[in-house]
């Protein structure tokens, strides 16, 4: 037989495609629309196996869509601002963004290489000045509703990257990028008020019914609600200290309440300026980040205060005053109350200070003795040693109780909180959308005119200087508006600014009056199905819902504050790690297998260490190269195996068997439709059954539930058994007319996942227009269906039989059939349970 060139075939089919600009999204508005959208990826240079797994899932869903008759918006795009680009054209004396254009059109013919149903026409780039200009627009629109200020605060500062992160950005205490330790600094910076918002990015989350479960729950715990109390306590000061308000949650526990803690920016940290000893604990403070996670993972200090606190339920409790460094200043108040029963935190600190630790909850009822030594208890049960609350239940009744109590004295009030922190956008660096305000001779900051945008930057040869390049640019920085001298803000905006408005561009990308068109965003939005990974489930995805909300908010036009509707995260793809005998990271190109075991391929001599199966990353060096597994198996290849074994919201494991496996499936697939092409010369006069339309529309049927369901690697499954089948029947003799229309459908259901070996065939039978074909339920007969067959209650195979059979006969069959009377061979059959339709268990 001959072979299957797909190297010829797909360089073909790519090459129409794109002429015939086959991807195009023609708007007509009269049909019924499809966005589908994957991740925003970062021109790095080279894909790798996680955008080949992204892009081929949102590819098959495109496509499938789009034969079913939906107008398909499936853009692409590249967010290509930020510190990747601007360290590396610090080391290789470049300019960035000759670095990240290059790297933008190498991806761009790696991804369409993919075979990918990509509307390049409307690809955009975020460091294009026909998209960040509108985002300076944005930015100004923002800061006219009060959702943009600046301040000065404490930031999470990246010694390495020498810019501020967000709390968000700042994974176990380090940099998402640099990986270095963060720490606190104080700058004056610019926030969007994400919180003004809080309570609509939380309760919005439930009308989202096509979203992860597990990504709802990220984000309800990030965004944070909490129901307490804000407290008033009385101060005992030789200073004039009257009292100092802090929110808890927990106001039930007072009774346990064994210091005061307030965050080093406190008002009341003023009447401390001149300590020394102070301003020494505030230094040593400044040494960890600003995220609570940062703040819970260091060692808890103190600073103790000649203030005492007076507790509000017992005036003869009186605690003692201390600034903690696990205090942030931005949640609350910046005071809360130690009980260190309850709270594992307070309890570290009342053992490091050696200060009283009273139970106050007990978790039954009749232990009145239960105490709390080494480890905080902090689940439910029922108060004590607690006066007129003794025997509530506790947090349920008890909460309620204490804050009816303290607001009918007025010493109290009952509060909502969130845990969401409002987003600084400000990053110190030079690769990055210019923020469009300038400031006055007093420093004040204003407004850039609008008609001046977009606020352009400059160009640079070579970034030479450590920090941000655009502060040291006095000539760039320095501007005169009628007549009068203004300063530029230095500063430019995260990146993830960039990736939270991308989608709407995506619906008007030629559009230069406005960043989209009202019109076309009415039509598009929200996004049908967005598709990417599970980590961008609190900074990406949080943020693009804000700008939604944000663009709605006082915006007669625009009445979408949900970016996508349907939202799938797929796994990663993981690969066996390697090292050498110095525990050095070994790539897969670097060894050979001999005999069952890993060595290095320029001394077979040393051998390697076979790891853990990990997600591909280049730190380990167990990554695969697209472009190569491409040249060697062809896109179709690559594609069906990055589908097949795993359900794709699971990790799918890297294996050159595997691949090998699906380049070969497609090689009998050919060979398959020179056999069918050959049944079609032949054109029977009649057909000799109408079993292969039962079986075209059941497989229809079937590939449409798993397309419809995600259930990509099961369709694999449906493509080899489709395969078995035709291979075993199409010689069963079929009239011309009926090999062909049933082979069109088969074909054009599986063009989604193989679109090129599809197409060429299609192509062969004459066929050049496609749509999804429709399945007749009632051509369907389930006369026959798998058996499941267990002996002694473990599965040893399915037999397709008709469905009435007997369980006398199903065990004749068994017996006959050589894979399963081994079984049986000398044993004695004792019982048989059979459930018809489904299985037989037969005990011996």
Same mark, same amino acid.
């Given at each position: ?51 080949? /797994? ?42 960035? #963004? ?41 930015? %100004? ?8 200020? /600046? ?46 918002? !809080? ?25 944070? $609600? ?125 053992? #490091? ?57 007025? %010493? ?37 005119? $609008?008609?001046?945008?977009? +606020? ?7 970034? !030479? ?38 989608? %709407? ?104 260490? +076979? ?43 890297? !294996? ?127 006369? #026959? ?33 050589? !894979? ?25």
């Amino acid at each position: 037989m001959e072979r299957y060139n797909f190297k010829i075939v797909e360089e073909k089919w790519q090459k129409y495609w794109e002429k015939e600009k086959t991807f195009s999204t023609k708007v007509d508005k009269s049909k019924k629309k499809f966005y589908c959208l994957e991740m925003f990826p970062y021109p790095s240079g080279k894909i790798h196996m996680g955008h080949v /797994r992204n892009y081929t899932i949102g590819d098959v869903l495109a496509r499938y869509k789009s034969l079913q008759g939906y107008n398909v918006l499936h853009p692409m795009g590249w967010d290509s601002f930020g510190m990747p680009a601007e360290n590396a054209a610090r080391q290789n004396n470049l300019n960035p #963004k000759d670095w990240t254009e290059s790297n933008v059109s190498n991806m761009k013919l790696q991804l369409k290489r993919l075979g990918l149903s990509i509307d390049w026409d409307r690809e955009i780039s975020t460091c294009s000045e026909d998209y960040y200009k509108h985002q300076q627009e944005f930015f %100004l629109e923002l800061y006219d509703k009060g959702l943009v200020y /600046r301040k000065e605060q404490d930031v999470n500062w990246d010694p390495i990257d020498q810019t501020v992160l967000a709390n968000e950005q700042v994974i176990d205490g380090k940099g998402w990028r640099s990986g270095a330790p963060v720490v606190k600094k104080k700058l004056n910076q610019w926030f969007f008020n994400i919180t003004k918002f !809080s309570n609509e990015l939380l309760e919005s989350l439930d009308d989202l019914d096509e979203w992860p479960n597990k990504v709802k729950i990220m984000q309800k715990n990030w965004i944070g $609600k909490s129901f307490g109390c804000e407290i008033n306590f009385k101060i005992n000061s030789s200073k004039d200290v009257k009292e100092i308000k802090c929110f808890t949650t927990r106001p039930d526990t007072l009774f346990g309440l064994s210091f005061l803690a307030l965050s080093i920016d406190h008002p009341l940290s003023e009447l401390y300026k001149n300590d020394q000893k102070f301003l020494d604990f505030k230094e040593r403070c400044l040494q960890s980040g600003t995220t609570e996670e940062s703040i819970a993972n260091a060692d808890k200090i103190g600073f103790k205060t000649d203030l005492e606190a007076i507790n509000p339920l017992d005036e003869k409790i009186r605690v003692p005053v201390y600034f903690a460094n696990f205090v942030l200043m931005d949640y609350g108040l910046g005071a809360v109350f130690g009980c260190p029963a309850h709270d594992q935190r307070d309890l570290d600190f009342a053992n #490091k200070y050696d200060l009283k630790v009273k139970t106050v909850v007990t978790p039954n009822f009749d232990d009145q003795n239960f105490s709390v030594k080494e480890e905080a208890y902090t689940g439910p049960g029922y108060i004590f040693n607690s006066s007129f609350l003794n025997g509530l239940k506790s947090p349920d009744d008890s909460i309620i109780k204490t804050i009816e109590y303290l607001e009918s004295r007025k %010493l109290g009030v009952k509060k909502i909180n969130f845990r969401l922190k409002d987003w600084g956008v400000s990053r110190q660096r030079y690769w990055g959308c210019p923020i469009p305000i300038i400031y006055d001779d007093d420093n004040n900051p204003q407004k850039l005119p $609008k008609e001046m945008l977009p +606020v352009r930057l400059p160009k640079i040869e070579k970034l !030479s200087t450590t920090g941000n390049s655009l502060d040291q640019l006095e000539e760039w920085k320095d501007i005169v508006i009628d007549g009068k001298k203004y300063t530029r803000e230095t500063d430019t905006l995260d990146t993830f600014v960039d990736s939270s408005w991308y989608y %709407l561009r995506f619906c008007s990308p030629k559009n230069d009056k406005y960043g989209f068109n009202y019109e076309d965003v009415n039509y598009w939005m929200p996004v049908d199905q967005y598709i990417g990974g599970v980590e961008h489930a609190i900074l990406h995805l949080l943020y693009s819902r804000f700008f939604m909300q944000a663009l709605s908010y006082q915006n007669e036009k625009l009445n979408i504050t949900e970016p996508f509707k349907g939202l799938f995260t797929q796994g990663m793809v993981c690969h066996e790690t390697y090292k050498d005998e110095n525990n050095n990271w070994v790539s897969p190109d670097q060894i050979t297998s001999i005999n069952g075991k890993k060595y290095l391929k320029d001394d077979t001599k040393k051998e390697i260490k +076979v790891g853990p199966s990990e997600s591909m990353s280049k730190s380990k060096k167990n990554t695969i190269d697209p472009e190569n597994i491409i040249n060697s198996y062809g896109a179709d290849s690559a594609r069906l195996f990055i589908l097949s074994d795993s359900p794709p919201e699971k990790d799918v494991q890297w !294996s050159e068997e595997g691949i090998s496996a699906s380049y070969k499936f497609i090689q009998k697939l050919w060979n398959l439709n020179k056999i069918i092409l050959e049944e079609i010369k032949k054109n029977h006069s009649m057909d000799e059954d109408d079993e292969i339309e039962i079986f075209t529309n059941k497989f229809i049927k079937k590939i449409s539930n798993n397309l419809d369901n995600f259930s990509y690697n099961i369709i694999v499954a449906n493509l080899h058994e489709m395969h078995s089948y035709m291979i075993k029947n199409i010689q069963r003799g079929y009239k011309q007319k009926t090999i062909k229309e049933n082979y069109r459908k088969i074909l054009t259901t599986i063009m989604p996942i193989i679109p090129h070996f599809s197409s060429e065939c299609l192509k062969i039978i004459g066929q050049e227009k496609h749509a999804w074909p429709d399945y007749d339920q009632k051509i369907i007969k389930e006369d #026959k269906i798998n058996f499941v067959i267990q002996i002694n209650g473990k599965k040893r195979g399915l037999i397709y039989l008709d469905n009435n059979k007997s369980k006398e006969e199903i065990i004749e069959i068994v017996k006959k059939e050589e !894979s399963l009377s081994k079984y049986l061979k000398d044993s004695k059959i004792v019982k048989m349970i059979f459930v018809p339709k489904k299985l037989i268990n037969i005990i011996i």
